[in-house]
């Protein structure tokens, strides 16, 4: 009887601890937008780009009535206002160079795919300096964790823009990544990702096929995020880039309103669903900067743009200190970040480059 009850205890003592294991993981979602500027994010409008005739488009009034305010509290607010009600109070948000805290591309290109490598492999490869850049040779985060017991085969990922295969580098990561205007056959099985799909064929393409517009990535992912439950997932939009390089800033701002919202709907979601709820890390941040020393160089980014190595960054949910607004000095690179993601769900992630 003694060796039958040792037994017992010794098969509920590896039930504890695997439920305990278990406890541990952490669902992760990283969400971006393509080259939104940190001075918009801190400050709302800026009144001084408007001032040119050529940044308008017909619209500055209406612009200045939806998105101005007396200072830039107000205009920020009212520009994202789940951003400063939610994660300023829930969680952290970094990259107000005015107040100290400085958050930089390491990578010295200032552009989209390195950026983007930055982010998801948590490194610099220098190699790694054009847009039409291979699949790429480094392995990302969710590549990593998609080894890992708890994400295995529950890691997706959706994009705006057409190079996400190959900066995820689809063949050799294992999981699904959707980019610009192309939805695989699989997600497609899903009937109303398929309605979403085929709408976004016979829609006017404004970016060209190799950018859909965020509106699709936003119906896509959530339909995916709310039917199949991923353990991880990585969700990007680019409609604050393109209307950029077009010049038009009421439409960039009202680009990154909506951003603003799809973050809103996601954190609704995910702290109710009983599946994400106290356990979702989110990460959210931009690719590059912009130019902003010379107002005329807003729309473009790159090495001899001096602003466009700036960017931001924000944190919620599980783990993740509510600290607000950061207000002290520091200094916080772009690779840095999955890492901190990383950190907090005790996963120990290094990326590998493979020839």
Request: glycine letters at 8%.
């Amino acid at each position: 009887m003694k060796t039958s009850l040792s037994f017992l205890f010794f098969i509920l003592s590896l039930t504890n601890i695997s439920f305990a294991q278990s406890d541990n993981d952490k669902k992760i979602i990283v969400i971006t937008t393509d080259g939104l500027r940190w001075q918009d994010v801190f400050n709302g409008l800026d009144a001084d780009i408007l001032k040119y005739k050529p940044f308008q488009h017909g619209d500055s009034t209406l612009a200045v009535n939806e998105f101005g305010g007396l200072n830039a509290d107000e205009k920020r607010k009212k520009l994202m206002p789940f951003f400063w009600s939610t994660i300023a109070e829930k969680g952290q948000i970094h990259g107000n160079r005015k107040l100290g805290s400085l958050v930089d591309n390491a990578n010295p290109y200032w552009f989209s795919y390195p950026g983007y490598s930055e982010i998801l492999t948590g490194q610099v490869d220098t190699a790694i300096n054009s847009n039409e850049y291979m699949p790429n040779p480094n392995t990302n985060f969710f590549e990593y964790i998609n080894t890992l017991p708890f994400y295995k085969n529950k890691v997706a990922s959706f994009g705006s823009w057409g190079a996400f295969k190959r900066i995820l580098n689809e063949k050799r990561s294992g999981f699904t990544v959707m980019n610009a205007n192309e939805v695989d056959k699989d997600l497609q099985k899903d009937p109303q990702i398929k309605f979403i799909a085929d709408i976004m064929k016979d829609t006017y393409q404004p970016f060209g096929s190799e950018e859909t517009q965020d509106g699709f990535i936003k119906y896509i992912s959530l339909q995916y995020l709310k039917t199949k439950k991923p353990n991880a997932m990585y969700i990007s939009f680019g409609d604050t880039d393109e209307l950029a390089h077009a010049g038009n800033y009421p439409e960039y701002l009202k680009a990154a309103n909506r951003f603003d919202e799809f973050l809103k709907s996601i954190y609704d979601f995910v702290n109710t669903d009983p599946a994400y709820k106290g356990n979702t890390i989110i990460l959210i941040t931009t690719d590059h900067g912009r130019g902003d020393t010379v107002k005329t160089q807003w729309t473009s980014h790159g090495q001899k743009i001096s602003d466009s190595h700036q960017i931001w960054y924000a944190m919620i949910g599980a783990g993740v200190e509510p600290l607000g607004e950061i207000k002290t000095n520091e200094q916080v690179y772009q690779k840095d970040l999955i890492h901190k993601v990383a950190k907090i769900g005790n996963i120990n992630f290094a990326s590998q480059k493979i020839k």
